[in-house]
């Protein structure tokens, strides 16, 4: 990997850590709000949907441009959600702008990588790409989790700085300086010698045109098999951020601080096996690793019978260890064969277009049992427990827990399943 690549992974980096702040201060500013409980979920929600509605566009708009430029420009878009938001905007709108951004940006940056990169080379770049994107995950869960925690909220009141922001407008005002990094960082991206298709503006064209990569992509057998999974892994994971938080909260009495850090424990293990997938799995073994799935499944389903913290701990570790050496082989797979069909960023769409589907369909579900199921708030509860469920009520962790893992063990056992089964039918390469 040359410098050029590490500057493309620079620039993603810093977006995303800036992403992953953005969600807990959005998720802070909301809490200070007195915001019902099922609006934590409508807030990712509404970031995710523009994925959908925007996905016959954003691959023509990356493909239509050097991708570093259009990188730059959604950037841009996702700080003025930010500014936004830190201006009175309704949270929820306002990070439905960050996700607009975002859904232009992602076809930019895979079909950057998948363009500047032989296919050779694919699944050790998405390594480091998950690697880095996931590390962005810890360290901006655990940025915004310390500036809108209690610690923070001390430094606030004692210079008194809570006269003129919240401790959640003040983590915005250090997220709009990422995002600048980023964007000096973009300015440094290789311009590619790559055929540029022209934007065509016609809405109708485009999802015409979008339609049918859909279509192609679905009906290969490689792609539709990548595609099902990480559409599986995608959905999971969002809603997996919203569960875990809950868990932490209500099972080990943890602060909304401290929750984060447990969500950070996941994504530094999803970075670990992002890593050991790029290094061990070779592009042409990407499906050897479905098995993976099954096991993070059932792991999720043993949360229940979890109360210490450490095990609590080892056990997030290792559902991330789990979802990160499964998800990198496939992704690379997809990519690959999205661009021998149709070109980087109109398979890069398509590929957000079902994930986000995944997404909103889970995490829609999830706000819909924490909306409609939630019960009182037991005598028992300690008091942190109370403040955090006092407008909203308890989630139901028990339904919520075994629905969620025994829905991912099952679709990956039904997916492996029809792996083997093109294999000896002949369809399909093992």
């Not at 954003?58 to 990188?71: P, Y």
């Not at 934007?199 to 859909?214: Q, S, Y």
């Not at 792609?223 to 875990?244: D, E, I, K, N, Y």
């Amino acid at each position: 990997m040359d410098r050029g690549f590490f500057i493309i992974l620079g620039a993603q980096f810093l977006s995303a850590l800036a992403d992953n702040a953005l969600f807990i201060a959005a998720l802070a500013l909301l809490r200070e709000q007195s915001a019902p409980e099922w609006h934590l979920s409508m807030l990712l929600w509404s970031f995710t949907v523009s994925y959908v509605v925007l996905a016959p566009f954003a691959g023509s708009f990356a493909d239509s441009m050097h991708k570093g430029r259009a990188m730059m420009i959604c950037n841009g878009i996702k700080m003025l959600g930010c500014i936004g938001m830190l201006c009175g905007a309704p949270p929820i709108v306002a990070y439905a702008l960050v996700g607009f951004g975002a859904a232009a940006y992602s076809p930019a940056k895979y079909g950057l990588i998948t363009e500047y990169l032989p296919h050779e080379k694919l699944v050790e770049a998405n390594g480091w790409l998950e690697g880095a994107t996931v590390g962005a995950i810890i360290f901006g869960t655990v940025l915004g989790g310390v500036l809108v925690g209690d610690r923070a909220s001390d430094w606030y009141d004692q210079f008194a700085a809570s006269d003129f922001m919240s401790p959640a407008q003040f983590a915005m005002c250090a997220i709009i300086g990422l995002y600048l990094c980023a964007a000096w960082l973009n300015v440094y991206i290789p311009r590619l010698k790559v055929h540029l298709k022209p934007l065509h503006l016609d809405p109708v064209f485009l999802v015409k045109e979008f339609w049918w990569c859909a279509r192609r992509l679905w009906r290969d057998p490689q792609g539709q098999l990548s595609l099902g999974v990480t559409t599986l892994f995608w959905g999971a994971g969002a809603t997996m951020r919203l569960v875990v938080l809950s868990w932490a909260i209500i099972w080990l009495d943890y602060s909304m601080e401290h929750a984060t850090r447990l969500i950070a424990v996941v994504a530094f293990g999803t970075a670990f096996g992002a890593i050991l997938a790029g290094r061990f799995v070779a592009l042409k073994n990407a499906f050897s690793v479905l098995p993976a799935g099954i096991l993070m499944g059932v792991s999720v389903m043993s949360m229940l019978f979890v109360h210490s913290p450490l095990v609590a701990a080892i056990l997030m570790f290792i559902v991330g260890a789990l979802s990160g050496w499964f998800v990198v082989p496939l992704n690379a797979m997809l990519q690959h064969r999205g661009h021998m069909l149709m070109g980087a960023g109109h398979s890069i769409a398509v590929q957000n277009f079902n994930e986000n589907i995944g997404i909103l369909v889970m995490v829609g579900i999830h706000a819909l049992l924490v909306r409609f199921l939630s019960g009182p708030i037991p005598p028992h509860a300690t008091a942190l427990v109370r403040d955090q469920f006092a407008v909203s009520g308890m989630p139901p962790m028990h339904v919520i827990i075994v629905g969620f893992g025994l829905f991912v063990a099952l679709v990956m056992v039904w997916i492996t399943l029809r792996f083997r089964r093109g294999v000896r039918d002949g369809i399909m390469h093992d």
